[in-house]
């Protein structure tokens, strides 16, 4: 087995093109393989300590984030838990401390998984990822890079180096809820994510929503078009809420079966729409929206 520690970029990206594997903070890929599902990949090459992808940036276009920033960090930015809120309720989900100190957002990114918490915030804020090889950079919308459960678009040879997201308007809120039956070491049951922008008046100019563990991938919700130019009240949200569901095809598993999670995902993209329309009126709900509103067991 061989194992390298890349401190650039660059030195990362040769041992790509070599076949060595990234590996982050190694919690889905170190406890997958203890876990006995998938075994580790003979050549490894360990991207934590790569200083470019750690940082997190702002200009006029919008933000940076590295692919090796963890939820931790996410979390103790003003600017993602100030304006790209939605992204701080999903990292705040995401495991136990100890997982979203060295789980990074490219890690649950790459992985892949339909139930990963970053995935539906990152489709509503309009996202993109940069994928690097030794040879060639592109931007790719999310929704194209996901091809299926723990599958993407990506080569063997490309390093997911930051996810980029676009300046938001004045008046713009996000949320993300996810049902869980307990509040920690929970993988989401269904989540929705929401991006809500009003006008002065409160009547709605955007409206995204995207879906969490009810489909092969993170999913959007189309037909939200019809949406514009309406005031988020009750008829609005069960419009919402019935979109969801049926655009969802969720599966049957041991943790819930089809039906419910058709049901439940139109009540969390209800819930993810209010909360979204409250923040955009500048209504401070705290990150994780799911504890402000009492989602999850009690400890
Ligand atoms: C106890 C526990 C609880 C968890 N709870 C949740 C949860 O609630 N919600 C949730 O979404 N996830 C959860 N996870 C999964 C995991 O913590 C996250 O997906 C995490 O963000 C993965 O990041 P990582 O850096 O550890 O990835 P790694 O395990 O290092 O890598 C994951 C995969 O991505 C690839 N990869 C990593 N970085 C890059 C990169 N920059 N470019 C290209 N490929 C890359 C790796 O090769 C590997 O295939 C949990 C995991 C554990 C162990």
Redesign the pocket.
């Known amino acids: 087995m061989a194992f390298t520690i890349a401190t650039t970029v660059d030195e990362a990206l040769e041992r790509l093109a070599d076949g060595a594997?990234?590996?982050?903070?190694?919690?889905?890929?170190?406890?997958?393989a203890r876990q006995g599902k998938v075994p580790l990949?003979h050549d490894l090459v360990a991207?934590?300590r790569v200083d470019e992808?750690l940082t997190i940036g702002q200009d006029d276009h919008g933000a940076r984030i590295g692919?090796?920033v963890?939820?931790d960090r996410l979390l103790s930015n003003p600017l993602i838990v100030g304006d790209y809120t939605a992204l701080a309720d999903?990292a705040a989900?995401?495991?136990?401390p100890?997982?979203?100190h060295?789980?990074?957002?490219?890690?649950?990114?790459?992985?892949?998984?339909p139930?990963?918490?970053?995935?539906a915030p990152l489709v509503v804020l309009g996202a993109r990822i940069e994928?690097r090889s030794a040879t060639t950079t592109r931007l790719v919308d999310p929704l194209e890079l996901w091809t299926g459960p723990g599958t993407t678009s990506?080569r063997t040879d490309?390093?997911?180096?930051a996810c980029l997201l676009p300046a938001l308007p004045a008046r713009t809120g996000s949320a993300y809820v996810r049902l869980e039956f307990r509040r920690a070491?929970?993988?989401?049951v269904v989540g929705a994510a929401a991006l809500v922008r009003l006008d002065e008046s409160g009547s709605v100019l955007d409206l995204h929503i995207a879906l969490t563990a009810v489909a092969p991938t993170i999913m959007a919700v189309e037909g939200t078009e019809v949406l514009m130019g309406r005031t988020v009240d009750d008829n609005l949200t069960d419009q919402v809420a019935a979109l969801a569901s049926e655009q969802a095809s969720p599966i049957s598993d041991l943790r819930a079966g089809d039906r419910y999670r058709r049901h439940t995902v139109g009540v969390m993209a209800r819930r993810a729409v209010q909360a979204a329309a409250q923040r955009a009126q500048g209504t401070m709900i705290d990150v994780p929206v799911n504890r402000a509103i009492g989602i999850g067991a009690a400890r």
Do not use: F, Q, W, Y
Not at 22 to 27: D, E, I, L, M, Q
Not at 93 to 96: F, P
Not at 115 to 119: E, K, L, V
């Open positions: 594997r990234p590996v982050a903070g190694g919690t889905d890929l170190v406890v997958g990949p991207i934590d992808l692919a090796g963890t939820h999903g989900l995401i495991g136990s100890a997982t979203r060295v789980g990074t957002i490219g890690g649950n990114v790459m992985n892949g998984s139930a990963m918490d970053t995935g994928l990506a490309e390093l997911c180096t070491m929970e993988i989401a």
